[in-house]
């Protein structure tokens, strides 16, 4: 895909970011206070996504390919895992408690808080951390002589 159009699309997923509200992490807050005053506004983001993406996902994989790859990569996992729900367990907490996911957060990095900058080391550290930890696993399972040693 030339670079050109992934930038086009990274920006205008930006943009629509800060339009509805994704980038300040007091409304996302907001969102999840139900308890509190609870602000639904991000509600209608969610509906409109799942609205756009449910009407228009058959319709685009019906086309022969996808107009900027060779083909539609589509995952084929269908099973729920332990790392599947620990991961999402961990990201909703982070959400929860620093109103940042990733996307937004880059998205916020223009505004130059340091609220984004905090949460962005946090998360490349946590993401440095399970890279180590899926290396020393990877490791330990091709040891010769562990328990969990695979055959090569």
Same mark, same amino acid.
Request: aromatic share 12%; charged share 10%; with cysteine.
């Given at each position: ?37 609870w602000d639904p506004s991000l509600a209608f983001v969610m509906v409109g996504a ?35 729900? @620990?991961?999402?367990? /961990?990201? !909703? ?8 996911? =990733? #996307?937004? $957060?880059? *998205? ?19 993401? @440095?951390?399970?890279? /180590?930890? !899926? ?8 040891? =010769? #002589?562990? $328990?969990? *040693?695979?055959?090569?």
């Open positions: 895909m030339p670079a050109f159009i992934v930038f086009l699309a990274g920006a205008l997923f930006a943009v629509g970011l800060a339009l509805a509200g994704m980038t300040q992490p007091q409304k996302v807050i907001g969102f999840l206070d139900f308890f509190g005053e799942i609205a756009t993406y449910g009407a228009l996902f058959p319709v685009v994989t019906r086309r022969k390919g996808p107009v900027f790859a060779s083909l539609f990569r589509i995952p084929e996992r269908r099973d729920i895992t332990p790392s599947l729900v @620990g991961g999402a367990a /961990l990201f !909703g907490v982070g959400w929860g408690l620093a109103g940042f996911c =990733p #996307g937004p $957060a880059l *998205a916020s990095i223009t505004a130059g808080s340091g609220t984004v900058f905090v949460f962005l080391g946090a998360m490349l550290g946590g993401m @440095g951390v399970y890279s /180590l930890y !899926g290396m020393f696993r990877d490791a330990r399972r091709a040891a =010769p #002589g562990t $328990a969990d *040693a695979t055959p090569t």
